[in-house]
Nanobody, 120 residues
């Protein structure tokens, strides 16, 4: 009933920039917090950045000053602008949205993930 679809990703050189986008659709009553997580091979999934419906953000220390999260509440989308990318940013990036569905309640929904590779 709720779909979360990421776009963007790919290969970028160290120091480069990339923008990820995520769209939430379906039987939505309200979208609450939205965020980006990442998982590198052999590592646990970690929070990259999260943004509330009112626009308050929280970023991981490792990306502060380099990544910016933003959202469009009218379109139920969230974006992640990534600058000054480093090889250690290489991971699968996943979008997560806390979505309220009428008659069901609020649950976390995840996208399939998109690969970001930072390499020369």
């Amino acid at each position: 009933q709720v779909q979360v679809v990421e776009s963007g990703g790919g290969l970028v050189q160290p120091g480069g920039s990339m923008r990820l986008s995520c769209a939430v659709s379906g039987s939505i009553f309200r979208v609450y917090a939205m965020g980006w997580y990442r998982q590198a091979p052999g590592k646990q999934r970690e929070l990259v950045a999260v943004i509330t419906s009112s626009g308050r953000t929280n970023d991981a220390d490792s990306v502060k000053g380099r990544f910016t999260i933003s959202r469009d509440n009218a379109k139920n989308t969230v974006s992640l602008q990534m600058n000054s990318l480093k090889p250690e940013d290489t991971a699968v990036y996943l979008c997560k949205a806390d979505v309220g569905v009428a008659g069901v309640g609020t649950s976390a929904y995840w996208g399939q993930g998109t690969q970001v590779t930072v390499s020369s």
